[in-house]
């Protein structure tokens, strides 16, 4: 079965760090290109970050500086490091896989993750 399974949310004060991890199974995940999306409570879903098979990275200007996406090919994983954390960034924090990397930067994804929620609050 193909899937992705995301893991590493939570609860964590302004100014604080989290990492989440998105597992592939089922499908080879280094071959496609995966994201980060997140959708918070009566908002549109955005794109987060992005990186290609070949390892072309870009980020909404909102995070640049501030989250880091990996891959880790070896473990068939894509990883999200966020650091200095907003309210803002609260949001349920999906993953996504296309094997067109232009296709995911529009949104469309062949698989998502089921999301992990991410709330940022003092």
């Known amino acids: 079965q193909v899937q992705l399974v995301e893991s590493g949310g939570g609860l964590v004060q302004p100014g604080g760090s989290l990492r989440l991890s998105c597992t592939g199974s089922?499908?080879?995940?280094?071959?496609?290109?995966a994201g980060w999306f997140r959708q918070a409570p009566g908002k549109e879903r955005e794109g987060v970050a992005y990186?290609?098979?070949?390892?072309?990275?870009t980020y909404v200007d909102s995070v640049k500086g501030r989250f880091t996406i990996h891959r880790d090919n070896a473990k068939n994983t894509v990883s999200l490091h966020m650091n200095s954390l907003k309210p803002e960034d609260t949001a349920v924090y999906y993953c996504?896989?296309?094997?067109?990397?232009?296709?995911?930067?529009?949104?469309?994804?062949?698989?998502w993750g089921q999301g992990t929620q991410v709330t940022v609050s003092s």
């Open positions: 996504a896989a296309h094997w067109r990397f232009s296709a995911l930067q529009m949104g469309a994804a062949t698989t």
């Open positions: 089922g499908f080879t995940l280094n071959t496609y290109a």
């Open positions: 990186i290609s098979a070949t390892g072309i990275i």
